[in-house]
């Protein structure tokens, strides 16, 4: 099964895609690991990329559609793939269409995730993020605590909080969400594949929704 996840950045695309990884096999591709992978790496894209990310602005549609063009096409993607943060722009989603189709494939659920913003202020700047780039275990020191402090329970590297997600930033992310990505909701909602989700309760909660509604087996 093919997913794209939608919705306000802390919504709980990344946890959900991680648990749908966990329990059925699927492949995550989230757009804003691989931009901070390549940040990490030091490459030209990376470099090019950490600007628009740090003042809480989407990285230009071309290069983010030629990552994940090239990531769709590897083999792991045919187990079936969850986008996690793409498309972003209606200009990314028309995009994605014409290559899904290039490509021989096909979605079969879209799923917003829908929260308040004062929620999403509070989940992001709570939020902590293993700093292992193939690990990227995310916690919250509210909600969600790491076992030690500081410390990914999973691989324990150190946790980190992410550039972005002081408030400040955080706010941009939203502007940025309401006026670039929010009218993907009305491009998309009109399918009947097109599944909203309320985002506000626990990830047990989202996640058993998710399932019972998708037919996920
Ligand atoms: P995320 O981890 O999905 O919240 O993304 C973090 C940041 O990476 C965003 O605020 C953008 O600057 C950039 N980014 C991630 N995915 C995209 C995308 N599909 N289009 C443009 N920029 C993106």
């Given at each position: 099964?093919?997913f794209?996840l939608l919705?306000a950045?802390?919504a709980g695309k990344?946890t959900?895609a991680q648990?749908?990884v966990?329990?059925?096999?699927l492949?995550q591709?989230s757009t804003?690991?691989?931009?901070r992978?390549e ?7 990376g470099?090019k990329?950490?600007s ?8 230009p549609?071309?290069?983010?559609l030629g ?9 792991d993607?045919e187990k ?5 943060g793409?498309?972003?722009t209606?200009i990314?989603?028309?995009?994605f269409?014409s290559?899904l189709?290039?490509?021989g494939l096909?979605?079969d659920a879209?799923?917003e ?6 929620e999403?202020v509070?989940r992001?700047?709570?939020?902590r ?5 193939s690990?990227?275990?995310?916690y ?5 605590p790491?076992?030690k402090?500081?410390i990914?329970?999973k691989c324990g590297?150190p ?16 502007v ?11 491009f998309?909602?009109g399918?009947?594949r ?5 985002a506000?309760?626990?990830i ?6 998710v ?7």
């Open positions: 099964m093919n794209i919705g950045p802390g990344g959900l648990r749908l966990s329990v059925f096999g492949v591709i804003g690991d691989i931009l992978k940040i990490s790496a030091g490459t030209d894209l470099k990329a950490k628009y990310m740090d003042s809480g602005a989407l990285v549609d071309e290069v983010i990552i994940v063009e090239n990531r769709i096409k590897e083999k993607c079936g793939f969850i986008m996690d793409f498309p972003r209606i990314q989603a028309e995009g269409d290559m189709e290039r490509n096909s979605i879209i799923v995730l829908s929260i308040s913003d004062d999403v509070r992001l700047t709570s939020r993020t293993c700093s292992n780039t690990c990227q275990a995310i919250n020191v509210i909600s969600s790491p076992e402090n500081g990914c329970d590297s946790l980190i909080q992410r550039s972005d997600e002081n408030e400040e930033t955080v706010r941009n992310r939203l940025t969400y309401y006026d670039k990505t929010s009218p993907l909701v009305r998309y909602s399918s009947s097109y599944l909203k989700i309320d506000s309760g626990t047990d909660s989202i996640f058993s929704d399932v019972s509604k998708t037919g996920l087996k």
